[in-house]
């Protein structure tokens, strides 16, 4: 496949509008910079380093050599007949995220932000994570590129995923358990940036999602552009027509920025984000941010967020840990308001029944994650009709979350249950209810935010 | 005139530096800590920070973290908070809000400063608002007649130095060292450092030098140097010792008892 040469590396980094954010990283009433003074400093001397690199041919050359030659890029457009003839006769293509090295998106990310370390000079990485994914990645480049890295993480987070803890110390990082808060993925953001804070002239700040102060939404967005950059050029080779729709799951909400970045101009095309619904936005146990939230300022900058009556952070709740996440990237909610994205909440059992879906239809385990986002392609495939062309980035793979859906769909215990696309949804629905605690509390998977 | 900048220069006459405990509302609970503030103040606080306890505290230590926690899980509200300032400014001291932004965006800022201003507080502090994104409360402080103040760390550029002491009113918060709150077994030469370099720009605003101070001995060095003295940590510390509301109180006017009498020993920089 040739298509990912579309755009030459020089170009690749180049924002596909221009102010967009505005200069002190702004998009709309979004986003900027809410953090102590002392941060002020690291993040300026990031933003500038990151201005320079971006259009420097030695960094992109670099940056280019390992996307292609340890990512594995560019990664496949897969079409997915007979998941799509659940949707309506719609066509589905999946954008194969879930086949690069580390099994997700995360690492066209962390790779060019460890290199950008590299080049500042700094010798540390921090990195906060959910469930691990995006540690692991971390974890990944750190040890490529000969950096020390610690990882914080809830300390719920580091019993329920004993799994990828051990896969980032098999990787060299130290791994800290935070124990403050909620003990989860919001609360590990808190201490990386109380580590920040305290090793700023040694340590870069490795942020995992497209939130967070200025320069990280636009930063971790043009690193993970590459994902439509490629998939636009890819559909358009093999159908000589762009989508209808481009559909992707929202935590934080870096996989879906990647994608969606290259089609923003093209007018036609739908934009639709798959929020955590968890057991439903009307429950008020979720993680529908754009969805069930309101604006607000939380980990540096303004977006929508979940909040209560005093302005605090509510806990959120979803089956996928990767979503799991009260905030959301501040330009996902400059897309939501200007009308150029759409964004829908799909809940805990419609996520797992696309999950079982794929899993039995195209022999593809998707991230529990992505799932969110096969399920919104379902529905919107039935609401299109026919021949609509259906983009969707599946953005990591499912491994982690073996243990999760084989509670949730009652494996390894009962033989009898069968979590094929012939089981009545109502009834899987029940089975999660049955386990439901357990299964929520052992939720195995990444940070897809 | 600024109820902050008069109330530093109050002390300044006395030769001293002015104390400035931070108190969280709602730790031990909302009349406790209230009776803490009290209590700090009748031991001779000369301003107290008001603490509005939040749920991502990002700029603070272990110490801190555990008794907002407390606070917040308990519901605690602008209501509450208000209801402190109001104490603070009976008891006789100068009562400042200490927030994270969101919860004061949340209320609404115009409000906010409305009520604040109603119920007697100064000002606030906003730990996590730098100037370049304040265009609201900015305007909003302005009209109510608000103190407002922002940070300075050792990490930050004269230019920004600048900039923020040009945006504050009552005076500036000077981060003594590179990380959250907490107590410190030393006072970072860094502090004294970067008072300079704010006075250097700012010769006209007051800086209060905050993070670390958690005894009388280290209150007089920091005293010797800047306006203001900030305790927060070591009040907390304080209440999460004691067993109950009136031990907590009783606490808290023992440790300012001691901080008072060390920002009174601290002279000699101030002339």
């Not at chain 1, 998941?83 to 719609?90: M, P, R």
């Not at chain 1, 293509?93 to 099994?103: A, F, I, M, Q, S």
């Not at chain 1, 000969?146 to 809830?154: E, N, P």
């Not at chain 2, 605003?205 to 009388?216: D, K, Q, R, T």
Request: with cysteine.
């Amino acid at each position: 496949m040739t298509t990912s040469r579309l755009r030459p590396p020089e170009d690749r980094l180049v924002p596909v509008r221009p102010g967009w954010p505005d200069s002190t990283g702004h998009f709309g009433r979004f986003g900027g910079r809410f953090v102590p003074e002392a941060l002020i400093a690291a993040l300026d001397e990031l933003t500038e380093a990151y201005v320079a690199m971006r259009v420097d041919p030695a960094f992109l050359t670099e940056f280019d050599r390992l996307q292609r030659d340890y990512t594995g890029r560019p990664s496949p457009v897969t079409e997915a007949a007979r998941f799509a003839e659940h949707a309506g006769g719609a066509r589905i293509l999946l954008k194969r995220e879930d086949l690069n090295h580390t099994g997700s998106h995360k690492i066209n990310n962390v790779l060019g932000q460890a290199l950008l370390t590299q080049r500042i000079g700094k010798k540390r990485v921090i990195a906060e994570t959910g469930a691990g994914q995006h540690g692991v990645a971390t974890a990944t480049a750190a040890a490529l590129m000969g950096l020390s890295c610690t990882v914080y993480m809830g300390e719920e987070d580091t019993r329920r995923q004993a799994l990828n803890v051990a896969r980032m110390r098999l990787l060299g990082a130290e791994v800290i358990p935070v124990t403050t808060g909620s003990r989860t993925l919001k609360d590990a953001i808190n201490e990386a940036f109380r580590d920040w804070v305290t090793n700023v002239e040694t340590t870069n700040y490795v942020f995992g999602t497209v939130a967070g102060p200025h320069p990280f939404p636009a930063m971790v967005r043009d690193f993970q552009r590459v994902i439509g950059d490629e998939a636009r050029a890819q559909v358009l080779e093999r159908e000589g027509r762009l989508p209808e729709a481009v559909l992707a799951c929202v935590g934080g909400g870096s996989n879906a920025i990647g994608i969606f970045t290259a089609f923003v101009p093209d007018d036609g095309v739908r934009l639709v984000g798959l929020e955590a619904g968890g057991d439903g936005v009307d429950t008020g146990r979720h993680a529908a941010t754009i969805t069930g939230g309101t604006p607000g300022v939380l980990h540096g900058a303004r977006s929508y967020l979940l909040q209560d009556e005093n302005g605090q952070t509510i806990e959120s709740h979803s089956i996928s840990a990767g979503l799991d996440y009260p905030g959301v990237g501040p330009e996902h909610s400059y897309l939501h308001d200007i009308g150029r994205a759409e964004y829908r909440a799909v809940t805990d059992a419609e996520a797992m029944e696309a999950f079982a879906l794929l899993c039995r239809t195209e022999g593809i385990i998707p991230a529990i994650e992505s799932a969110h986002a096969l399920a919104g392609a379902l529905t919107l495939g039935r609401e299109l009709g026919p021949d609509a062309l259906l983009l969707v980035n599946l953005s990591g793979r499912g491994d982690k979350d073996v243990e999760t859906a084989s509670r949730w769909f009652g494996l390894g215990d009962r033989e009898d249950v069968d979590p094929g696309p012939g089981l009545d949804t109502d009834q899987q629905a029940t089975e999660g209810a049955v386990t439901s605690g357990d299964a929520v509390a052992a939720t195995g998977a990444g940070d897809e935010l | 005139m600024s109820r902050l900048a008069e109330a530093l220069d109050k002390a300044r006459a006395e030769d001293r530096a002015a104390l400035i405990p931070y108190v969280p509302v709602g730790y031990p609970s909302v009349p406790g800590s209230v009776a803490a503030m009290v209590a700090a103040v009748e031991a001779g606080a000369d301003v107290v920070e008001v603490g509005f306890p939040y749920s991502d505290p990002g700029m603070d230590g272990p110490v801190i973290q555990q008794a907002v926690d407390v606070a917040v899980r308990a519901g605690v509200g602008m209501r509450d908070v208000l209801a402190a300032v109001e104490a603070v400014d009976s008891a006789g001291a100068v009562p400042v809000v200490m927030s994270y932004w969101n919860p004061i965006e949340r209320y609404g800022v115009e409000r906010f400063a409305r009520d604040l201003s109603a119920a007697g507080g100064a000002g606030a502090i906003t730990p996590d608002l730098i100037p370049d994104e304040a265009a609201e409360w900015l305007a909003a402080s302005d009209e109510a007649g608000l103190d407002r103040v922002f940070l300075v760390a050792p990490s930050s550029t004269d230019a920004r130095l600048r900039s923020t002491t040009a945006a504050c009113r009552g005076f500036v918060y000077a981060a003594s060292t590179m990380g959250v709150t907490g107590t410190r077994t030393t006072v970072s030469d860094a502090a004294e450092r970067l008072v300079a370099r704010t006075r250097a720009v700012a010769p006209d605003l007051a800086v209060c030098v905050g993070l670390g101070v958690s005894n009388g001995d280290q209150a007089a060095e920091v005293a010797a140097f800047a306006d203001g003295v900030i305790v927060g940590s070591a009040f907390v510390r304080a209440l999460l010792d004691a067993p109950d509301d009136r031990a907590a109180a009783a606490a808290a006017g023992r440790l300012a008892a001691e901080l008072a009498d060390g920002v009174r020993r601290g002279t000699g920089a101030l002339a």
